[in-house]
């Protein structure tokens, strides 16, 4: 039944995004925000099942930033923070689950990424303090709520170059130095 889901949520997922090119009308980004939502729902599903299924079994899910985020609504992405304001993603459907407890949302980034070079971009801050690392890692947790962190907006190019509340999106953030763009 897991595969007839799958099957029948990919088919119109596929389907719309080669017909379409881009946002045209309201209609277009209600049926979007059905289809991702149903997509991301489906799953959190399967990583449930697993978790239930195999109690005792530590796991890692790799997927793109946007998908494990548990509160994407906190970015602000101009041409169309309506669609992902309104979309609960997987790493959301995650996080309110009975498995939340045993799940770390975890972005990775790196300052090669989109080559953007204004002030108070994340990535430049965290290449600036770690000079030729290789490597950085900030855990969100921690910072979530301590003074002068929770309430803080900054820009990221976590999901690409956006401003949001990334303390609330994210457990943590890994940092790659030398991590570059496939166009290809």
């Given at each position: 039944?897991?595969?007839?889901?799958?099957?029948?949520?990919?088919?119109?997922?596929?389907?719309y995004?080669?017909?379409?090119?881009?946002?045209?009308?309201?209609?277009?980004?209600?049926?979007?925000?059905?289809?991702?939502?149903?997509?991301?729902?489906?799953?959190?599903?399967?990583?449930?099942?697993?978790?239930?299924?195999?109690?005792?079994?530590?796991?890692?899910?790799?997927?793109?930033?946007?998908?494990?985020?548990?509160?994407?609504?906190?970015?602000?992405?101009?041409?169309?923070?309506?669609?992902?304001?309104?979309t609960?993603?997987?790493?959301?459907?995650?996080?309110?689950?009975?498995?939340?407890?045993?799940?770390?949302?975890?972005?990775?980034?790196?300052?090669?990424?989109?080559?953007?070079?204004?002030?108070g971009?994340?990535?430049?801050?965290?290449?600036?303090?770690?000079?030729?690392?290789?490597?950085?890692y900030?855990?969100f947790?921690?910072?979530?709520?301590?003074?002068?962190?929770?309430?803080?907006?900054?820009?990221?190019?976590?999901?690409?170059?956006?401003?949001?509340?990334?303390?609330?999106?994210?457990?943590?953030?890994?940092?790659?130095?030398?991590?570059?763009?496939?166009?290809?």
């Open positions: 039944m897991q595969w007839v889901q799958n099957v029948k949520n990919a088919y119109p997922y596929t389907k995004n080669m017909e379409l090119v881009g946002m045209k009308t309201a209609a277009d980004t209600t049926f979007l925000t059905y289809i991702e939502r149903n997509r991301e729902e489906m799953m959190a599903k399967n990583i449930i099942w697993y978790a239930i299924n195999q109690p005792k079994t530590k796991f890692t899910v790799w997927c793109a930033n946007s998908h494990a985020s548990k509160d994407l609504s906190q970015v602000v992405i101009p041409y169309d923070s309506l669609l992902y304001f309104h609960q993603t997987m790493g959301e459907f995650l996080d309110h689950s009975i498995i939340n407890k045993r799940i770390y949302s975890l972005a990775i980034t790196s300052k090669n990424l989109y080559k953007r070079e204004e002030d971009n994340l990535e430049l801050e965290i290449a600036n303090v770690i000079k030729n690392a290789p490597f950085a900030i855990d947790e921690s910072l979530r709520f301590a003074d002068g962190y929770w309430d803080q907006t900054f820009n990221a190019a976590i999901g690409r170059a956006h401003d949001g509340k990334y303390f609330y999106s994210y457990d943590g953030l890994y940092y790659l130095r030398d991590q570059e763009l496939n166009d290809k």
